[in-house]
T-cell receptor
């Protein structure tokens, strides 16, 4: 099983749609979880951290299920500007290693 | 505030040449990471340093790759000799231990 696995997509959705991304991780000792966003030909940037209780930031909601080793990101009322690659990131192990998933490409269409 | 600064931004070199990529982390950050990104393999961690000491270099592909961090404000990633399969975007990132990491804009390497 890969350390961090994401649905590769691509996802093509119309403006206003709700879209959900899923991610699983293999290391049960993982400590922290994040979603990063990467625009075309740019560096990854932190979108939001993921907390055990779930957290929301505007149109974005992140959920963590430790028992299933599963992370999700929900985007409501998607905008054209949401088009990007979304990377699931897991911090785990005694050496604080950050592992990135391969990313899910989202295209929001007018 | 200055972010992570990488140079060069773009480099095209011939196979067999030495390539040196440079990184200045965010001031105060004590962890520094080198990642490589390709379409096929995604973002791969090559090596990371904590307080200038290499902690995990298991991702360094082979002996042609080496990384140094002589002080808290500078790191290099060297490829010698370079090969076409090394063509990728190389990102440097920094953080305080266990916290959000911030990426530089990347060095786009093409080896022909």
């Amino acid at each position: 099983r890969k350390e961090v696995e994401q649905d590769p997509g691509p996802f093509n959705v119309p403006e206003g749609a709700t879209v959900a991304f899923n991610c699983t991780y293999s290391n049960s000792a993982s400590q922290s979880f994040f979603w990063y966003r990467q625009d075309c030909r740019k560096e990854p940037k932190l979108l939001m951290s993921v907390y055990s209780s779930g957290n929301e930031d505007g149109r974005f909601t992140a959920q963590l299920n430790r028992a299933s080793q599963y992370i999700s990101l929900l985007i409501r009322d998607s905008k054209l500007s949401d088009s990007a690659t979304y990377l699931c990131v897991v911090l785990g192990g005694s050496n604080y290693k950050l592992t990135f998933g391969k990313g899910t490409l989202l295209t929001v269409n007018p | 505030d200055a972010g992570v600064i990488q140079s060069p931004r773009h480099e095209v070199t011939e196979m067999g040449q030495e390539v040196t990529l440079r990184c200045k982390p965010i001031s105060g950050h004590n962890s520094l990471f080198w990642y490589r990104q390709t379409m096929m393999r995604g973002l791969e961690l090559l090596i990371y340093f904590n307080n200038n000491v290499p902690i995990d270099d298991s991702g360094m592909p082979e002996d042609r790759f080496s990384a140094k961090m002589p002080n808290a404000s500078f790191s290099t990633l060297k490829i010698q000799p370079s090969e076409p399969r090394d063509s990728a975007v190389y990102f440097c990132a920094s953080s305080t231990l266990g916290n959000t990491i911030y990426f530089g804009e990347g060095s786009w390497l093409t080896v022909v």
